[in-house]
C-alpha cells in the first residue's frame, strides 16, 4: 500500500584527492606602483620547473605586483575544492634585506581571498603556504582552477640594496570527488542498484502502483527520460546520459542517481 506522504534524505560520500605540484609557465608585470619586474616568459618550463626567474631591483623601495599564472592545473568539473597549498622560494639581496609585502591566491590578475605576509631577510628564503583544507577564505570552482588565469599575486618591499628573484613557486590544489548518492526512502519504497550506474539502474518500485509515470531529471531541472513503472522492479537503461546527478521521480517519490 503506498503511502499518502513520504520523503527521502540523500547523503553524498566524496573521497580527497590532489593535483600534482606545478610550476607557472607565465608572469606579468602589474603596476602598484612600484619597481617593476624584470620578467622573461616563459618563466616555466611546461608547469615543471623555472626556466627563468623574475627579477626585480630597488633601494628602500617596493615592487610592483608579480603576477604568476598558467600553471596547467586540472580538476574535475564535479569536485570540491579543499585547499590549496603553495611553496615559494624567494629572496637574495646584496647589501639590504627585504619583506614580503603580500602573497595572495588570484584569479586573471585580481587578488582573491586573504593575502599573506611575513618578514624576511637577506638570504632566499622558502614558505610552503596554505594546506590541505586551506583555500585562504576565497570562493574557489574547479573552473578557476582549471584556466590558466588561476595563479599567484606577490609583492615585496626592500631596505637597502636588493636585486631580489622568485626562485621557486609551486601550487598543489586539493579537491573531493562524489562517490555515490545514497537516497533512504521513510516508507522504504524505491531504492536503486548499481549506483553509480553506467549502463542500466534498477530500482525496487514497490509500493508505486504499476503504470504509474515516471521522470529522469537532471541537475538543471531538464527531463531527459519518461516512462512508465512496472511494477516492483523498474529497469531503465542510462547508457545515452551524460555523467552526473539526476533524480527519478514517480508517485510523489524522489530517489537520486549517479550516471558515470
Excluded at 100 to 108: A, C, E
Excluded at 119 to 137: M, Y
Excluded at 233 to 251: K, M
Aim: charge should be negative; include cysteine; glycine fraction near 10%.
Amino acid at each position: 500500500m503506498a503511502c499518502a506522504l513520504c520523503f527521502c534524505v540523500f547523503t553524498t560520500t566524496s573521497y580527497a584527492q590532489s593535483t600534482n605540484w606545478n610550476n607557472p609557465d607565465s608572469a606579468q608585470n602589474i603596476s602598484k606602483p612600484g619597481v617593476p619586474w624584470n620578467i622573461t616568459n616563459p618563466i616555466g618550463n611546461n608547469h615543471d620547473t623555472m626556466a627563468h626567474y623574475p627579477l626585480n631591483g630597488g633601494i628602500s623601495d617596493s615592487s610592483d605586483y608579480l603576477y604568476m599564472y598558467d600553471f596547467g592545473l586540472s580538476v574535475p568539473a564535479n569536485a570540491t575544492i579543499d585547499g590549496v597549498e603553495m611553496i615559494l622560494v624567494r629572496g637574495a639581496c646584496n647589501a639590504g634585506s627585504y619583506f614580503m609585502d603580500t602573497v595572495s591566491l588570484s584569479y586573471n590578475g585580481v587578488p582573491i581571498g586573504t593575502s599573506v605576509t611575513d618578514s624576511a631577510g637577506p638570504a632566499a628564503e622558502t614558505d610552503t603556504l596554505g594546506g590541505p583544507t586551506d583555500t585562504w577564505n576565497a570562493l574557489i570552482t574547479p573552473n578557476m582552477v582549471n584556466a590558466s588565469g588561476f595563479g599567484v599575486i606577490y609583492s615585496m618591499r626592500s631596505v637597502g640594496i636588493c636585486t631580489f628573484a622568485v626562485f621557486d613557486c609551486k601550487l598543489k590544489v586539493h579537491y573531493s570527488l562524489p562517490t555515490g548518492v545514497k537516497a533512504v526512502s521513510t516508507s522504504d519504497q524505491v531504492s536503486v542498484y548499481p549506483n553509480p550506474a553506467t549502463t542500466e539502474i534498477s530500482l525496487m518500485t514497490r509500493g508505486i502502483a504499476a503504470g504509474t509515470g515516471y521522470k529522469v531529471i537532471d541537475i538543471n531541472g531538464r527531463v531527459v527520460a519518461t516512462g512508465t513503472v512496472s511494477g516492483a522492479a523498474t529497469s531503465i537503461n542510462v547508457r545515452s546520459l551524460a555523467e552526473g546527478i539526476y533524480s527519478f521521480r514517480a508517485g510523489g517519490v524522489t530517489i537520486k542517481f549517479m550516471k558515470k
